[in-house]
C-alpha cells in the first residue's frame, strides 16, 4: 500500500487558515486521496477526498500537486471545533468496499 | 448523510465475561462493514471485514474465535468479545461505505468504550 506522511501536530489560532500537508510520493495513478479527521473521543469523520483536481466542500478544500505527491487540506477558518488529528489516507478507485489503513496523522490543535 | 450508529456507547464488564456490540448503518445499506479497535493515544487499527451472508475476513494477528462477528443483516453487524479479559479494553469503532455522487466513502459509528475489569 502507498504510503503517506503527515507532521505529527500543529497548532493554529480561532478564525485563521490552516493548511495540513501530506505527502505520498509512491501514489499510483489509481489512488484517491482522502482526508478523515477524529474528534476526542469519537469515531472518524469524512473531510474531503479528491483524484487529481483540486476539490472544495462544506468542510474543507484540497488541493493536490500536479505531480499528486502531495496534497495539502486546508481549513479556510479554523474554530475551536476542529480540533482533531486529520488523517490522509489512500485508497484504491473501484475497488469495492475498501478498508482504511490509518496513519498516525496530525494532530491540530485551535489556539483561542 | 449516511449515518452510522453503535450500541452501546460505552460498557463495562467483568473478566470472562462476553461482549456484544452492535454497528447498524441508518439510512443505507451495507454489504460489508469493517471493524476497528483504537487504544490510548494509537491509531486505528483494523481488526475485520465482516461481510454480509458470509463469514468476516480477520486481518492477522486478530484472533477470530475471540472477536466473532455476525452480518446478519444489510444494515447490522455485530462484534463480540468472547471471554474478555482486561487487555481487550478498548475503543472499538465501526465503519460502512457508502456510495454517493462523489464516490465511496467510509461513514463510521461513535464508537464503543470497553473497559474489562
Known amino acids: 500500500d502507498a504510503k503517506t506522511t503527515q507532521p505529527n501536530s500543529m497548532e493554529s489560532n480561532e478564525e485563521e487558515p490552516v493548511h495540513l500537508p501530506c505527502n505520498h510520493s509512491?501514489?499510483?495513478?489509481?489512488?484517491?486521496i482522502h482526508w478523515y479527521r477524529q474528534l476526542p473521543s469519537q469515531g472518524p469523520e469524512y473531510v474531503i477526498h479528491?483524484?487529481?483536481s483540486n476539490v472544495n466542500n462544506r468542510m474543507a478544500s484540497l488541493a493536490i500537486a500536479e505531480d499528486r505527491k502531495s496534497s495539502t487540506l486546508i481549513l479556510h477558518r479554523a474554530t475551536l471545533r476542529d480540533a482533531a488529528v486529520y488523517y490522509c489516507?489512500?485508497?484504491?478507485?473501484?475497488?469495492?468496499?475498501?478498508?482504511?489503513?490509518f496513519g498516525k496523522g496530525t494532530k491540530l490543535s485551535v489556539i483561542p | 448523510g449516511a449515518v452510522v450508529s453503535q450500541h452501546p456507547s460505552w460498557v463495562i464488564c467483568k473478566s470472562g465475561t462476553s461482549v456484544k456490540i452492535e454497528c447498524r448503518s441508518l439510512?443505507?445499506?451495507?454489504?460489508?462493514m469493517f471493524w476497528y479497535r483504537q487504544f490510548p493515544k494509537q491509531s486505528l487499527m483494523l481488526m475485520a471485514t465482516?461481510?454480509?451472508?458470509?463469514?468476516?475476513?480477520?486481518e492477522q494477528g486478530v484472533e477470530k474465535d475471540k472477536f466473532l462477528i455476525n452480518h446478519a443483516s444489510l444494515t447490522l453487524s455485530t462484534l463480540t468479545v468472547t471471554s474478555a479479559h482486561p487487555e481487550d479494553s478498548s475503543f472499538y469503532i465501526c465503519?460502512?461505505?457508502?456510495?454517493?455522487?462523489?464516490?465511496?466513502?467510509?461513514?463510521f459509528g461513535p464508537g464503543t468504550r470497553l473497559l474489562v475489569l
Open positions: 465482516s461481510n454480509e451472508g458470509s463469514k468476516a475476513t480477520y
Open positions: 439510512d443505507f445499506q451495507a454489504t460489508t
Open positions: 479528491g483524484l487529481t
Open positions: 465503519s460502512a461505505p457508502y456510495l454517493g455522487g462523489g464516490g465511496e466513502t467510509q461513514y
Open positions: 509512491t501514489i499510483s495513478g489509481t489512488d484517491y
Open positions: 489516507i489512500l485508497t484504491v478507485s473501484g475497488a469495492g468496499s475498501y478498508q482504511l489503513t
